[in-house]
């Protein structure tokens, strides 16, 4: 609405950022390192911006900070983008930013039943699986005991078709986008405001919102996972975990 911006500057070793209808250039709570070559990452939640350098998450802007800040960029707005002839000099290149894959030091063995302190709202999960078989049940499956009335994501790989449940959503259902069929794998799980993000082997496979129910919205919205688990009795895939860098 009004034509919207953003920009990002960097000068006097100090980043800023700013946003149409929303704020003039304001440094960034989290002040970066000054490394080269840099990665940004840009995210439009329902409620907010948020701003990435090289994966660390360096500010939040939510749309509610002004009137005209929530007018212009609340809801579904946003279906092209241009780079500025006149004021962008900095950007290179561009692109849809991809699951990442942990360093063989960040990964976890699996131990069933292990209860795991675990931040979703903020920390992506990463779960590596070596499923070669792909017509017999492959399964994964995670408790999240903290959430309302219990909580619990399911990921199924039979017969060649990959699938996914979330406890108050709903029951086994195809991803949108199938993978192809290739091992080892790794998953990813990213927790949003509004939604998850099933993505595999840096592909974004599917998005579930919370709004498809009212049992749904209630038991996932907002800041609700701390602790996970791996299922004891349902879980027979999974081999490591660990965080996306």
């Not at 990435?52 to 749309?63: A, E």
């Not at 199938?178 to 974004?204: A, C, H, T």
């Not at 579930?208 to 129910?213: A, L, P, Q």
């Amino acid at each position: 609405k009004n034509g919207g911006w953003i920009g990002i500057k960097w000068q006097y070793g100090i980043a800023y950022h700013k946003i149409s209808s929303c704020h003039d250039y304001k440094r960034f709570s989290t002040q970066p390192s000054q490394e080269s070559p840099q990665i940004w990452k840009i995210s439009k939640m329902d409620d907010s911006f948020v701003f990435s350098l090289n994966g660390q998450v360096l500010d939040t802007v939510y749309f509610s900070g002004s009137s005209s800040c929530e007018s212009s960029w609340s809801g579904d707005v946003v279906s092209l983008v241009s780079f500025n002839p006149d004021h962008d000099t900095a950007s290179k290149m561009y692109g849809r930013p991809t699951a990442s894959i942990p360093t063989e030091k960040e990964w976890f063995e699996v131990e069933r039943n292990e209860r795991i302190k675990w931040d979703l709202e903020t920390t992506p999960l990463a779960i590596k699986t070596e499923i070669t078989n792909f017509q017999s049940r492959n399964v994964i499956f995670m408790d999240f005991d903290n959430v309302k009335n219990g909580g619990w994501i399911g990921i199924k790989w039979q017969y060649g078709v990959a699938y996914h449940k979330i406890s108050s959503c709903h029951d086994y259902k195809r991803f949108s986008t199938q993978p192809s069929q290739e091992s080892p794998q790794i998953w990813k799980i990213s927790k949003m405001d509004d939604s998850f993000v099933f993505s595999l082997n840096r592909k974004v496979l599917d998005t579930v919102y919370f709004s498809e129910s009212s049992s749904c919205k209630s038991s996932w919205s907002g800041d609700v996972v701390s602790l996970f688990s791996f299922n004891p009795d349902h879980d027979t895939a999974s081999k490591m975990y660990g965080r996306p860098t």
